[in-house]
Structures are given as C-alpha cells and as structure tokens.
C-alpha cells in the first residue's frame, strides 16, 4: 500500500479511516486531516516533501491483547539515502535566521495559531486522546492532558511569538559606527529522537521548537506510537505547514544511529534511556542535548500536614500511566513523623483503586513482569526491607508477555542499608513502571538523605525541602510539592549536566534550538585626521 499524499491534497483531502476499537469499545472519530488508515503508518520522502512507504512492514502487538493490529513501514540501513540528502541539502544557517527569510517567523506563527485551534475542537482532541491510549495505554485523563499541553503550547506560540524567539541584542561600540549585534541563530540540519510515553506532547514540542527557530529537522518517534506525530504531521500540513520542512522516519535503532553517522546533523535532540543518550553523545562527538532517564526523588520533611492530600499526589507521581514518566516518583524520603501519620495506608488504598479496565493501571513497554519481580526480589534481599504494598503480577488481563503487568508496588529499604556499596546501584536503579522505594530518616539523618541525592546521577525532576543542596533540573518544594508535570508553562529539563535539554519554554527553545551568532558591525567613518600607524 502507497500513502504518497501531496500538501495540496492533505488540506482537502477527508478520507475515513477504518475504526480503531478501545479497550472499553468506543470508537476513534475521524477530524478532517485523518487521511490514512491508522492501520497502516509510513515516513515522509525526504526527496519528494511526500508521504512514501519503504519495503519493509513490521506488525505492531496490541498492548492489552497481544494482537496484530497496526503495520508500519520501517526503513532499512540500504533505504537512508534520501533522508541523508535531504539534511546534508539543509545549509548550516538554516530554512530562515533574523537575516534570512526573516517571514518564516511569521509563518510558524500561523501554523500554530491554526494548529492550536484543530486541537481546542472537541473532536480533534479526543481523536488524539483516543489514539495516544491505543499505542501507550494510559487513563483517558493523562491521555487528554497530553493534547491539552500540547494545544496550549502551541497558543502560545501564535502571531509574532515565534519572532521574538529570535530577539536579538545590541552593544554600543568603541567608536561612532561600531556596535556588536548577538543574535539567536539556527544549527541547519538536526535531528530529533523521541520515546513512546508521550507520543504527542514530546516529539510536538521539540519538534516545533526547531522549526521556529529555522532548522530542518529529521524526526523520529519510537515506531510503537509513531502513528501519532503521523496524524499530527498531516494536521500540521493542513494548517500550512510545508511538507519538504521536516523529515519523518519510522526505523530500528541502529538504522537511525547510521543515519545520524552518514548526514552528520548539527544538533540532535535525544529523550530516552541513558545509556542510548551516552552511545550517542559518544558517536555524535557531542553534538547532542539530552533528556535522559530520570531516578526521580521526593523528600517529605518533619512537619506531617494534609496527609490525604500528600497521599494522592505521591500515588500520582509513582503510578499514573503506569509509572512510565521520566519524572515518576522513584524514591520517596520520608521523615519518621510521617510513619505514624496513616500516609502508607492511604498510598496502598489508593493504588489498589487503579484498575486496567480504565487504564489508570496498564501495560508496561520497556520492562516485562519477570524484571520487575528480580528487582523486587533483589531489593528484598537488602536487611530490612520489605514489600509494602503490590509486588505481584496484575491478574485477569491479556497484555503479552513481551511488556509488563504489574501492581503499583513500594518496597521499603533501610536508609541505612540504601547508602552502602553495593546496594545504593540497586535501590537507584530506575525501573520504568509502576515500582517505587520509600524509605524513613529521622532529624540527625538529613546529611544521609542529602548525601543519597548528591550521589545519584539523574537530575530530572524532584520535590523537596532542601533546595540550595540539591541539583534538579525541574524541583518542586512546598506542600502542593510533585514530582510529575511537564506543562507548557515552565521549563521541563534536566540540570547540573552540559548537555541537558529543556522543553516547551523559550528558554527550553533557544537552548536547544538555536546558538549565539555575533555580529560586529564597523561602519565608519575614519576619524578625520588619521594617518597609518607604526608596525606593532
């Protein structure tokens, strides 16, 4: 099957797509721009500014059933030429800078404006919402607030917001006609590499981010979820997008990591595992910025207050989409105050109301059951430990056996036993689903708690008391205190790492996105009398 749609033909186009059937049995609405088969997902011609397939299909598992249910066209090492011309055609200052095409800004914010209001319509949304939990099974609620994030992003990119991205600065010089100029200035050719948790809200964000400030990306998603950013693509194309701007791949691992040596991009945007973020920066040469994993902390102080309140907000943060955030709850530090408070027994009631027939508990993509229960096992081999609540499979499901099924789980470890050799690797060993350690400290412990952070290396996202001792990127403190939430309206990005990505502000943008480029400006006129000077 061909799916070669021309721009043109996007923006009439209003094809119906054969039904997408829910866990529950609702139905995918189909808006305008839904022009192919959810069925079936391709990758853009780089050459063409089309939609093309390449000779490889590979079968996607359903999640909840272990069922075929979507074919991906999937490019091979031998198919990259295309997409490696195509950014090696990309001149190094970029689709547009402040001294170039400078009515692109203008353009993008357009497209945006028209875009955020295809994802305010009711319809849009809840297509969106509804094919997000098909490919990365979350609640209906965590799948909404992705569109909704992403709406309001995109709001708030409208009219000249993307020109004032590139607000540039001048300095008066030395002399009458001299004065240096900085602007923000594109990379060129970039790449962006996304996982499967949010398959809109990520790869959108960065996405845009890196068109606004005049670069031509390649973008590829994780094929689980791809089909996502492929309907948003074809929105984003009938809102006026032009389709020869972004380059779009569905590939294997090392497919891509041999697109990336060949086309040589300037920039590359990677989310994901560290250890894929290390092998790139390594291959890369470092030309990347990164928002890897995350082992993300919270730390309740001494003073217990709005227990229920604390309760549901940690449930949240350890569980919600299964655990599977990059800023989820990983190790919650809690004074001994709170032992006798009841906050346990309220965390371990509120998980057990997660249930999979609404999917505010599901299947887990990158960690399978039988992981789950070593690390557990492992954890318990530690003196003290214990289970405190799950720390058993999820019953009368069909989710395969290739992904996870399992209950929102806390382990409790010794603080104690947390800090030796050995055992810290274990206890701060991220595990990507709904598993979290909690252990207790006591007034004269504090130095071991903030010892535990100094020692960790991801700095993603934390909340806590201690603020001027600790290094996240993203930190909560207070009583409404999380760890979880990546809204448009503040940064969401790691800290205390060169490296490190931001995303959706326009600090995030312009970090990432763009460089600082000076330009001195020496006009004239001589002075008067002058005369050559002396050799020096």
């Known amino acids: 099957m061909s799916l070669i749609l021309s721009r043109r033909r996007l923006a009439a186009a209003v094809l119906r797509p054969g039904p997408v059937a829910l866990a529950a049995s609702r139905w995918l609405h189909t808006p ?6 959810p069925h079936e997902i391709s990758g853009s011609n780089p050459a063409e500014g089309s939609w093309t397939t390449s000779g490889n299909w590979n079968w996607l598992v359903d999640p909840l059933n272990g069922e075929k249910f979507i074919k991906v066209a999937e490019v091979q090492e031998t198919e990259i030429k295309p997409f490696v011309e195509s950014l090696s055609n990309c ?7 402040p001294l170039k095409a400078p009515e692109r800004y203008l353009m993008y914010g357009d497209i945006s404006a028209e875009a955020a209001n295809m994802l305010g319509q009711p319809v849009v949304s809840d297509f ?6 098909r490919v990365s099974p979350k609640s209906y609620q965590q799948a909404l607030a992705e569109v909704q994030v992403s709406q309001k992003f995109l709001e708030n990119f409208c009219g000249d917001q993307v020109r004032f991205l590139a607000r540039s600065f001048a300095v008066p010089g030395n002399h009458l006609g001299q004065s240096s100029n900085g602007y923000r200035w594109p990379y060129g050719p970039v790449a962006i590499i996304t996982p499967f948790n949010f398959p809109l809200e990520i790869p959108l964000l960065q996405l845009m981010g890196a068109l606004y400030m005049g670069n031509k990306p390649v973008l590829k998603v994780d094929s689980k979820v791809s089909i996502v950013m492929d309907q948003m693509l074809r929105l984003l194309h009938a809102c006026g997008m032009p389709a020869e701007d972004v380059d779009f791949i569905n590939s294997d691992g090392i497919t891509m990591n041999k697109l990336l040596l060949e086309a040589n991009p300037k920039m590359t945007l990677f989310t994901g595992s560290s250890r894929v973020a290390e092998k790139l920066a390594a291959d890369l040469k470092g030309k990347i910025k990164l928002e890897d994993a995350g082992f993300d902390w919270k730390i309740l102080g001494p003073d ?13 943060d350890a569980y919600a989409c299964s655990g599977q955030k990059c800023s989820a709850q ?8 709170w032992s006798s408070s009841g906050l346990l027994d309220k965390m371990k009631s509120l998980s057990e109301r997660r249930k999979i027939e609404d999917l505010t508990i599901g299947p887990v993509l990158t960690v399978t059951t039988s992981s789950m229960i070593e690390h557990m096992k492992n954890l318990l081999k530690i003196p003290g430990s214990k289970v405190l609540f799950g720390g058993e499979p999820l019953e009368n499901h069909s989710i395969p056996e290739i992904y996870g099924a399992f209950k929102p789980t806390a382990v409790f470890v010794p603080l104690s036993e947390t800090l030796k050799s050995g055992n810290f690797e274990l206890v701060t060993r991220e595990i990507f689903g709904p598993f979290q350690v909690v252990t207790e ?11 535990a952070c100094e020692r960790m290396n991801a700095h993603l996202t934390a909340a806590v008391e201690v603020l001027g001792r600790s290094v996240n990127g993203t930190t909560y403190a207070g009583i409404r205190a999380r760890t979880t939430g990546a809204p448009q309206n503040h940064w ?16 995030a943008i312009k970090l990432v996105w763009s460089c600082h480029r000076e330009i001195i400006y020496d006009i004239g006129p001589l002075p008067k009398n002058w005369v050559l000077p002396s050799a020096t």
């Open 492 to 507: 969401f990005g790691p800290a205390g790492d060169p490296r490190g990505a931001g995303i959706g502000t326009p600090e």
């Open 441 to 451: 400290y006591s007034d004269d412990q504090l130095e071991l708690v903030l010892e």
């Open 330 to 337: 990983s190790i919650l530090f809690m004074h001994k105050n």
């Open 128 to 133: 969106f919402a509804k094919l997000i939990q």
């Open 91 to 97: 001149p190094k200052h970029g689709l547009h800078n």
């Open 32 to 37: 305008p721009f839904a022009t192919v088969s």
């Open 304 to 316: 217990v207050q709005e227990v229920d309140y604390i309760a549901w907000v940690c449930d949240q």
